[in-house]
Structures are given as structure tokens and as C-alpha cells.
């Protein structure tokens, strides 16, 4: 086996803006149903939540700051505040607002499940335990539940029980079809060498989000790893078609082309991959191993050389 690798998913804890968004909406349909015209707060709730939406949670965080400005102890938009925090990973920002926010709404489901993710990310994993319990009991409908039964997924994955990790992803998945949970199970039960599970969960995903580019790359890494190469050749080409920026899937598929001995393919796509992304170290691994295959030891010798002080800069 040739020792290029795959850019595995390791970890999540970046789902939490699911229950961000659906209770930024619920603001927003609350208040556009009885007025034609937002109020320059309500507005902000509404470029806040679009924030979110576009992946853009330090934008957000600062206008619910904003928001904070006209009402300093609001503990909704200090819960609010805190999430963006969270997933634009200030953490210490974020367990600021919301113990602030619990302090206030002890019995409110968003900040105690944003409490355990951050307590989940932290390590302290009792510590999440309690939050994400108490969140479940909280949670009002089977989309909250989902998304909590996922956390708790993801903080079994987190302590290494990856079989408990597919358990609390399968319940999650009762509740409700989610892109994350489906996501995160077949990345556990490639851990557990799962593949045909793994497999099958992320081409329900593919059906559920045709148009998403991760679900086939991800399929595509699962199908590498179980020796499906053309099949996983596929994944990667469909993938990129959808986001031909993508620096990672070019390195990938380069990985695949490798497994088949194409090398001349690999070290195309691995070049790829680093005129998009100059920084990106395994790129550089892989094309000096398929340098070497083909006879090409200068050129092995020189990746290996911009790997090193690509490292020793990003290190320094």
C-alpha cells in the first residue's frame, strides 16, 4: 500500500449553527408577519441571522454586540451572541455570554446546548454531559432533539467511543433526517472500519443534497479506503465540479489516481491543489511520494524541502 493519505474528517462540533439559524427565523417570520417594514433592531436580527446563513458567524457576533448596545442584559441575545462566538471559535467569548445568559434563562434549551458543545470542544466531557442532558429534556420539537442527540454524538466521537457515537447519531437520525447527523455517523463508522455502513449513509446524503460537493467527497474517501477506486474516482470529479476551488479535492483525488498507479493524474491534481492552496502540506507529501514512483527524485526532493519550511514558518 502506498503511503499517501486521505484528508480524513477527525472531528465536528461545528453543527450548532442549525439551532442558531432555525431560532433566528422563527424571530424573523414572528415579525414580518405583522409588519411590512422591519424596525432597524428587528433588521439587525435579520442581517445577523443572514450572517449565520452565509457562514459568517464573527459578522453576526457583532451585531448581536450591536443589539447588545440598546439592551446590555438581554440573556437571548447574549445566548445568541455566545453561539456566534462559538462557531466562529472565540471561545472564551462564547462561555462568557452564555454563563451570563444561563445565569438569567437557567431553563432555556440554546444556551445549554451551546454550553455542552463548547464544554464537548473544552474536553470536559462531564461537564458537557450535564448541558446536553438538560438541553435534551428542553428541546421542543424532533429538530431540536436531533440536533442535541447529534451533539451528544459528537462528544462520544470526541472521547474515542465511536460505537456509543453511532448510537446517539442513529437516534438523532429517528428524530429527524439531518445532514449533520447522517455526516457524522458514517465519519464514526469509518473509524469502526464500517465501510459498506459508512457507505450507505453518505449516499442517502447524496439523494438528500444532490447539489452539496462534502457528501461525495466524503463518499469518495470512504470508497478510496474500501479499494473502490473508480468509484471513489467519481466521487471527487462530481465533487469538484460543484466547487473547482476546492484545494482538498484535488489532493484526494490525486491520492486516488495514486492508489491506481496513475501518477502522472496524481502529481496533475496535486499541483492543482497547491496553485489554489500554496500551504497545504499533505499536497506537498503526496506529490514528492508520486515524484518518487516516477523515477523523479529531484522533484521528490524539492517538495520535500518546501514541506519542511512551509512547516518550520507555520510553526515558528
Avoid at 30 to 48: C, G, H, I, R
Avoid at 155 to 184: N, T
Avoid at 243 to 270: H, I, M, Q, S
Wanted: aromatic share 10%; proline share 3%; net charge negative.
Amino acid at each position: 500500500m502506498i503511503a499517501f493519505l486521505y484528508h480524513l474528517r477527525r472531528g465536528f462540533l461545528r453543527g450548532g449553527c442549525l439551532v442558531l439559524v432555525a431560532a433566528f427565523f422563527l424571530w424573523m417570520s414572528a415579525w414580518t408577519a405583522s409588519a411590512e417594514e422591519l424596525s432597524p433592531t428587528e433588521q439587525k436580527w435579520v442581517d445577523a441571522g443572514a450572517a449565520i446563513s452565509a457562514g459568517r458567524p464573527d459578522v453576526a457576533a457583532g451585531i448581536y454586540g450591536e443589539l447588545l448596545e440598546e439592551d446590555p442584559d438581554n440573556a437571548e441575545i447574549l445566548s445568541f451572541r455566545g453561539a456566534a462566538y462559538y462557531e466562529a471559535g472565540q471561545m472564551d467569548k462564547a462561555e462568557e455570554d452564555l454563563m451570563r445568559a444561563l445565569e438569567s434563562i437557567p431553563d432555556a434549551m440554546h444556551p445549554n446546548y451551546y454550553m455542552g458543545m463548547l464544554k464537548s470542544r473544552q474536553g470536559d466531557f462531564s461537564g458537557a454531559d450535564g448541558y446536553l442532558e438538560k438541553a435534551l429534556a428542553l428541546a421542543k420539537d424532533n429538530s431540536e432533539k436531533s440536533a442535541v442527540l447529534d451533539a451528544m454524538g459528537q462528544e462520544a466521537f470526541l472521547e474515542g467511543d465511536y460505537q456509543r457515537a453511532v448510537e446517539q447519531f442513529s437516534a438523532a437520525i429517528e428524530e429527524q433526517e439531518s445532514y449533520d447527523a447522517y455526516l457524522h455517523r458514517a465519519i464514526a463508522w469509518m473509524k469502526q472500519d464500517s465501510g459498506s455502513e459508512a457507505e450507505a449513509d453518505l449516499s442517502r446524503l447524496t439523494e438528500l443534497y444532490p447539489d452539496v460537493a462534502e457528501p461525495y467527497h466524503q463518499r469518495g474517501i470512504c470508497r478510496g479506503i474500501m479499494g473502490k477506486y473508480n468509484a471513489a474516482l467519481e466521487d471527487f470529479t462530481k465533487a469538484i465540479e460543484m466547487e473547482p476551488k476546492n484545494a482538498v479535492l484535488y489532493c484526494d483525488r490525486g491520492y486516488t489516481y495514486a492508489c491506481k498507479k496513475n501518477f502522472p493524474a496524481a502529481v496533475e491534481d496535486y499541483t492543482r491543489a497547491l496553485e489554489l492552496d500554496p500551504r497545504l502540506r499533505l499536497a506537498y507529501a503526496n506529490r514528492a511520494l508520486a515524484y518518487e514512483r516516477m523515477k523523479k527524485k529531484d522533484l521528490a526532493a524539492m517538495d520535500r524541502e518546501l514541506l519542511e519550511k512551509l512547516m518550520e514558518f507555520e510553526e515558528g
